[in-house]
Every structure is written in C-alpha cells, then in structure tokens.
C-alpha cells in the first residue's frame, strides 16, 4: 500500500514563526518540507503539501487540507525558540496525545535527529494544536531545533539534508512497521 503523508511547513506569509536575527522559522520549514518530501517519494511515499510558497494559512485549514486530500500521517514542520537566545537547544516532537502509531513515529523521528547530535528533548503531548487536534489522521509537530541558538542554526545549516533525511528516515520507519 502507498502511504500519504501531508507535510505542513509552519507559519507562512505575514506569520513568520520564530525569527532570530535574520532567520524566519517559515523560510527555514519550507526548505526543510521540500527536502523531507522528496526523499519520501524517492522511496514510494505519496507527499502533500499544506502549502508550496510563501502563503499563510489558518491551522485549521492546514488540518483540512491534510483531511480533503485523506492523508495517512500528517507531519508539520517547525523551529523552536525561547525569549532569551542560546539559553535552549535540541529537537522535540509534539503529538495530540503519547500514544499509538503517531507516539512511535515521533520518537522515530527524535532517535534519528539524537543520532545527529541535538539533544532529544522527548515527545510532548499538545492536545490544544490544532493541526493536531482537528487532522483525522495520525499527527505530529516536529521542532527541529532552535532558530534562536547558534549552535542549532549552525547544525540546521551545515547538516540539512542530514536533517532532513534524519526525519523521513523516522516517518519511514514508523511506516516499515505498519
């Protein structure tokens, strides 16, 4: 069976995300979408995009889009930040609730992001996010990093598609054992 797996980039258009210096998290997420759904369709996987430029759209239509179009997973993608710079580091994945199959791809996703060397700040349940909340399917939010520590944006940029790989290598694990 192909799976389909709805990617969401964070934020988009007048909501930036997180900015840090002359970072935008939605620039960063965007890049790292494309990157993370075109090694998920080298290896068979039907991807989706919540969006494809530099658009926003409301959560809730995000999890319509992922809903219309009867995805299987939905995987959005974000930075993390804190309000004093360099003060947090690491990845973290946020679920609904930590259980089931989106339990095991979330820390699929973080194993695979540890071995990278962030420091894995675990799985966290969110059942207030709405992409979370309002998907019909199995969904997680993964914080890949922080946008405003220079030592995150150092690894995010010299080890991208590491990162990226390090992601769809967790989605397609998680996938491998359904």
């Known amino acids: 069976m192909a799976y389909t797996v709805a990617i969401d980039s964070g934020h988009g258009g007048a909501d930036w995300g997180a900015t840090y210096e002359n970072r935008k998290e939605k620039d960063d997420v965007l890049n790292?979408?494309?990157?993370?759904g075109n090694i998920l369709e080298d290896n068979g996987i039907n991807v989706i995009y919540t969006r494809t430029d530099d658009v926003y759209n409301t959560?809730?239509?995000k999890a319509m889009i992922a809903n219309n179009a009867n995805a299987d997973f939905f995987v959005s993608l974000h930075r993390n930040a804190n309000p004093t710079p360099n003060s947090s580091s690491g990845?973290?994945?946020?679920v609904y609730d930590d259980s089931g199959i989106k339990a095991?791809?979330?820390?699929?996703?973080?194993?695979e992001l540890s071995e990278l060397g962030f420091i894995d700040r675990g799985v966290i349940e969110r059942p207030n996010l709405v992409v979370l909340k309002r998907t019909k399917m199995p969904a997680v939010l993964v914080e890949a990093g922080f946008i405003n520590n220079d030592n995150d944006n150092e690894k995010f940029d010299n080890e991208f598609y590491l990162i990226a790989n390090a992601i769809a290598t967790g989605i397609l694990d998680t996938l491998n054992t359904l």
């Open 32 to 36: 790292l979408a494309f990157a993370v």
């Open 59 to 61: 959560p809730y239509e």
């Open 91 to 94: 990845i973290e994945t946020l």
């Open 104 to 111: 095991d791809m979330a820390r699929n996703i973080n194993k």
